[in-house]
């Protein structure tokens, strides 16, 4: 009687346990079928030189501002977030908590990547170059990361530019 008793109380504290504190290796790595959404693209200022959609002469505009923006199958906003482009003009943005289930769907149909800010007051108009102003879809490359327990599938936007305010006046003889 007594040993079905330090069973039960045993018992008891191992689901306790289990409750409270939940297994590290489950939070620790992620499932073999999670696969994380990249999304990667540039950020240039560009020319004087040249206007429209050009980036003939442009520049990459390092720590300006992109939003990602996912809405759902009616319209409602489901996913928003501001990246950083590095030193080098390039943005690289896991879309955290956007997770697919299988490298075979698609959830990001709704997902668009729009200009939010420059860091240079010489260079802050947001052009619609490559869909910046309207907002850029995501384009798959057939791009991935994989790692021990990571896999991402990255997709692209982009390039992005801004432009100056102020252009010199030249003429052109």
Same mark, same amino acid.
């Given at each position: 009687?007594?040993?079905?008793?330090?069973?039960?109380?045993?018992? %008891?504290?191992?689901?306790?346990?289990?409750?409270?504190?939940?297994?590290?290796?489950?939070?620790?790595?992620?499932?073999? %079928?999670?696969?994380?959404?990249?999304?990667?693209?540039?950020?240039?200022?560009?020319?004087?030189?040249?206007?429209?959609? %050009?980036?003939?002469?442009?520049?990459?505009?390092?720590?300006?501002?992109?939003?990602?923006?996912?809405? $759902?199958?009616?319209?409602?906003?489901?996913?928003?977030?501001?990246?950083?482009?590095?030193? $080098?003009?390039?943005?690289?943005?896991?879309?955290?908590? $956007?997770?697919?289930?299988?490298?075979m769907d698609y959830p990001l149909q709704n997902c668009l990547v729009k200009l939010a800010s420059s860091p240079l007051h010489k260079c802050n108009l947001a052009t619609n170059v490559n869909f910046g102003l309207d907002g850029a879809h995501l384009r798959s490359e057939g791009k991935s990361h994989t790692s021990l327990n990571y896999k991402a599938v990255i997709y692209a936007a982009g390039p992005l530019a801004f432009r100056p305010a102020h252009c010199p006046y030249t003429t052109h003889h």
């Open positions: 009687m007594a040993s079905k008793q330090l069973i039960l109380v045993a018992s %008891s504290f191992l689901l306790i346990a289990l409750a409270f504190f939940p297994s590290t290796t489950a939070t620790a790595y992620p499932s073999k %079928s999670e696969v994380h959404v990249v999304v990667e693209g540039m950020v240039y200022c560009q020319s004087c030189d040249y206007s429209g959609w %050009s980036l003939t002469g442009a520049t990459p505009l390092p720590s300006a501002k992109v939003s990602v923006v996912c809405k $759902n199958n009616i319209g409602q906003v489901g996913y928003y977030k501001t990246f950083q482009a590095n030193a $080098n003009g390039y943005v690289y943005a896991e879309l955290e908590g $956007n997770k697919m289930n299988s490298v």
